[in-house]
Each structure stands twice: as C-alpha cells, then as structure tokens.
Nanobody
Framework: QVQLVESGGGLVQAGGSLRLSCAAS????????VGWFRQAPGKEREFVAG???????NYADSVKARFTSSRDNAKNTVNLQMNSLKPEDTAVYYC???????????????????WGQGTQVTVSS
C-alpha cells in the first residue's frame, strides 16, 4: 500500500507560482513513477506531468516550460513547481503512483494504482 497526500495548493494571481508536494508513506516513492493529473469542473481528468522511476520527465503541451516535476528522496516526496500560472490551470490537482510500470511516464490515469485526495489550485485573472 502507498498513501499519497498532496499539499501546496491555493489561490494565486495569473503569472504567479505554486509548488505542490506529494508526500508518500508506506513505500519508498523513488522506486515508482509518479504522475500529476488535474480535473476542472465539468471536465475529464487530464495528465499534467510525471516523473518515472528513472527520473525521466514528461509534460503535457499546455504546461511545458512552465511546470517542473522533481523528487526529494530524503522526504519521500515528489514536487510540482508551477510557474507563470494561467486561469486555465485552475483545477483540483492529484498525484498518483505507478507501482508496476513506472520506468516510463504514462499519461493515462489507468496506469496508476494509488491516488492522493487532491489539492485545489485556483488562478485568478
């Protein structure tokens, strides 16, 4: 079992930054791929970013050059640094762990086995 808890969400003006953290317990998260997804009201959950167990990263086109995913192995945590935020980034953000095939970042929610509860990110214009 892996328990994931997101933190760092909040309200920010357009152009601002937030840093989300995904704290894991139960297992060492560095062994697994971790994905970040978001879901806005009335929309499907979509892939945002991810980091594989080999530390390769992948980003949705909409966030490339603005978002960065990284690990803090000492804290058993994966972070998502979000810069130059836009109102369209407003959503609930989830982290998820892929404990079976984490060597490559999957963009499909179906590949992930464990999910956090989500954290709200609101970007005002």
């Amino acid at each position: 079992q892996v328990q994931l808890v997101e933190s760092g969400g909040g309200l920010v003006q357009a152009g601002g930054s937030l840093r989300l953290s995904c704290a894991a317990s139960g297992r060492t998260i560095s062994r697994y791929g971790v994905g970040w997804f978001r879901q806005a009201p009335g929309k499907e959950r979509e892939f945002v970013a991810g980091i594989s167990s080999r530390d390769s990263t992948n980003y949705a086109d909409s966030v490339k050059a603005r978002f960065t995913s990284s690990r803090d192995n000492a804290k058993n945590t994966v972070n998502l640094q979000m810069n130059s935020l836009k109102p369209e980034d407003t959503a609930v953000y989830y982290c998820a762990a892929d404990v079976h095939y984490g060597t490559v970042v999957s963009t499909s929610p179906m590949a992930y086995n464990y999910w956090g509860q989500g954290t709200q990110v609101t970007v005002s214009s």
